[in-house]
């Protein structure tokens, strides 16, 4: 059988694999990604990137791209809880959230997963990742030196191995690679089962022209009570969530699309439809030795507040810089346990908050009673802070795991805040100059010194930015802050020379 070698092998080219294979070549590793499907999905599935996915591929370099692939409309969203499309509005989500440029410099996107994939593997392979379509993961085998992997070509029906340093596992709400490393799951399981049906329908008067519109439909003439109406790339196809329920015809589908509509006598065309799982499951642990878990093959929840693919994209993002820093030498490899430590409590949380809009928005009280209320959005999206991870502590205060994005911290483990440091030639916005690459800001007389030379002992890529006070980011005034590559605050502290010292210990070195 013939053999490759690579350095990372990624199974699985949605948003997550995508991301992945997008952040690792960003940072110097080529790697390669296997999907059984012939290309990118199709399907009419997430829509929408939150302000954080921006930043991350506004550092990809497909921000752009992405902001292009806006549906037709005005750039606006419509997201409401309605009892039909026509009828009363008992809830209207973009009205009550609360401002979030406060909290980034990126504007929410709306492109919807296609094309979202598609500039993800446009933006990969320019990035040198091999993808290839038509290709499924068999088997795989690791031991200290590697991963064995048996793939097979589908259209050549040609078995071949592939031996890889590392593997992400990126292949999804089916995908069978955690199991086989006998990663077991929790969460409160399946939640329901829904069928999505696309169907062609003129909706432009009662529409409006947001080129995103979402209705939760709350109206006791739908199966369970509940649906939701979603708008397409393309102006007049629609998608019906509905309960599924395989003894149902396509007048019963009709009635359903009439009801949530508002308008009995609707006329329309189905044009495909399929049946999905609404569940809240998390793996017991992100990684196994040589193989990481991104995506839903890590966490999967219900669509419900739109974050299931902003969290498959965040994890590409998050790990892409420390497996290629592991892969270059430049760091420990006990550096990627911080993967598992730092990605699955977030995303356990934002599984139940998606759980908590479901049982909200489609009337599920038992569920309700399970999961509990919501968590405030902007907390949920900009509050987060490792309690554990690739980053130095440094003691102060009392240490959160979500913290009010308000009143950030700016400790180690958090996000760098959205805040502007008075720079020696003007203004500076951490958060604007994030890339691949570490980052320093620092008001000490030899700060730009020792960070430089301390890049220069590690081989990092880093930069350094002298400031008249990093207060702004929550530090003392004449302090020094170490910002890694992906945003997160790696260490703050007053004397400079701690800094080489602080990089050691993130790097696992
Ligand atoms: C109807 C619907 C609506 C949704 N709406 C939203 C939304 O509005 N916002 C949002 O953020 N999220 C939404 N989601 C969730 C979002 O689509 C997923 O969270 C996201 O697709 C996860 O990406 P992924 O890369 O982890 O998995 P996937 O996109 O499922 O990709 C996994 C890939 O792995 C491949 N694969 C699996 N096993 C193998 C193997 N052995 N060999 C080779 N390839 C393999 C599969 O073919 C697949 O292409 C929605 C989901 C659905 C179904």
């Known amino acids: 059988m013939q053999s490759d070698r690579t350095d990372v092998l990624i199974v699985g080219a949605g948003l997550a694999g995508l991301s992945s294979a997008m952040f690792l070549g960003l940072h110097g590793v080529h790697s390669v990604v296997v999907e059984r499907r012939r290309s990118t999905s199709t399907l ?100 200290a030196d590697g991963v064995q992997v048996v793939l097979r070509s ?46 062609r329908a003129d909706l432009s008067k009662i529409a409006g022209d947001s080129a995103m519109v979402v209705h939760y439909i709350q109206n006791p003439g739908l199966p369970d009570g509940a649906g939701v109406l979603v708008s397409t790339d393309y102006r007049n196809e629609w998608v019906a969530n509905m309960s599924a329920d395989p003894e149902r015809d396509e007048a019963g589908t009709a009635e359903i699309i ?26 017991d642990r992100f990684r196994e030795g040589r193989v990481f878990l991104v995506g839903d093959a890590a966490h999967v929840m219900p669509p419900t507040g739109g974050q299931g693919g902003n969290a498959a994209v965040q994890d590409g993002y998050y790990l892409g810089w ?38 909200e928005r489609r009337n599920m009280p038992g569920l309700g009673e399970r999961v509990g209320k919501p968590m405030d959005h902007a907390t949920m999206m900009f509050g987060y802070a490792s309690l554990e991870g690739a980053f130095v502590p440094d003691g102060s205060g009392e240490v959160r795991e979500f913290e009010n994005p308000a009143t950030p911290s700016g400790r180690p483990g958090a996000r760098v805040p959205y805040a502007e440091l008075p720079g020696i030639e003007g203004p500076l916005q951490p958060r604007k100059l994030l890339g691949p690459y570490f980052m320093v800001f620092t008001a000490a007389r030899n700060g730009v010194a020792a960070a430089e030379s301390a890049a220069k002992d590690f081989g990092l890529a880093l930069k350094a930015y002298r400031v008249a006070s990093v207060q702004p980011l929550g530090a003392e005034p004449e302090g020094t802050v170490l910002v890694r590559p992906d945003g997160v605050v790696a260490w703050r502290g007053a004397d400079p020379a701690d800094l080489e010292p602080a990089l050691r210990t993130v790097l696992c070195r």
């Open 44 to 143: 009419p599935k997430a829509r929408g990137q939150n302000p954080i996915t921006m930043e991350a591929l506004r550092v990809a370099g497909v921000a752009e791209a992405i902001h292009a692939a806006i549906p037709p409309g005005r750039p606006n969203i419509t997201s409401v809880v309605s009892e039909s499309m026509t009828g009363r509005v008992i809830h209207d989500h973009v009205a009550n959230r609360p401002d979030f440029s406060r909290f980034s410099p990126e504007r929410p996107g709306m492109a919807s997963q296609a094309k979202t994939e598609r500039a993800f593997a446009a933006r990969a392979r320019e990035l040198g990742a091999d993808i290839r379509f038509e290709t499924s993961c068999e088997s795989f085998e690791q031991d």
């Open 154 to 199: 589908l259209a050549a029906d040609r078995l071949y191995r592939v031996s890889a340093r590392y593997v992400i596992a990126a292949d999804g709400i089916r995908g069978t690679l955690a199991r086989k490393l006998g990663i077991g799951t929790h969460g409160h399981g399946l939640l329901t089962t829904a069928t999505a049906v696309r169907f």
């Open 258 to 283: 009439r009801t949530m509509v508002g308008l009995p006598d609707l006329d329309f065309e189905v044009l495909d439809s399929i049946t999905y799982d609404y569940a809240h499951r998390i793996a």
């Open 322 to 359: 420390k497996l290629a820093a592991v892969v270059q030498g430049r760091a420990g490899p006990e550096l990627l346990d911080s993967h598992d430590a730092e990605r699955r409590p977030y995303t356990e949380v934002v599984c139940t908050w998606q759980a908590a809009n479901l049982a």
